[in-house]
């Protein structure tokens, strides 16, 4: 894994934090036009799949079902999922993208969105909110940035997530 060069930890204090405001900034600003996307060109797509977690169903299940629900949900997409993600996308994907130039990280983005291809109304939320991510990555040749900006914003959905859930138990 080409892509592991050492940050120094003032870096990783001021890149981390910035790289998840970008996210949020442009994940921000794709949920302008989110409902429009869902309700017109992805008005096929069923509900169960756009809102995964029906807040106004908690419960139908018990509190120890959605116990182990967010434990398998912090587990997986919190923290093995994202390093898996990664570990293929920016450590092996990128560096063999170095001949794309300035264009690779775009290119690697937009790859990234598309597979995530059961949620297509999302794409552009994608591309906006994580180039910056992979773009840093590929300046600073360290994926463990992308990691750690990737868990954190994860890991920050799954709170919100389980802050909700909670809140209805």
Known sequence: ???RHRLRARDWLWLVPVLIVAAFAGFGVHRLIEPWLIAHPFGWV?????TPVPLDHIDDY????????ICAYFLLNGVIGPVVEELYFRGFLLPRMEHLGRWGPLVNTTLFSLYHWWSPWQILAR???LTPT???VHWKKNIYLGMAVHCALNL???AIVTNLVLARL
């Open 1 to 3: 894994m080409p892509y």
């Open 46 to 50: 069923p509900e169960w799949l756009t």
């Open 62 to 69: 018990s509190a120890g079902h959605w116990l182990v629900t």
């Open 127 to 129: 591309i906006l909110g």
């Open 134 to 136: 992979i773009y840093a």
């Open 156 to 158: 920050l959905g799954v």
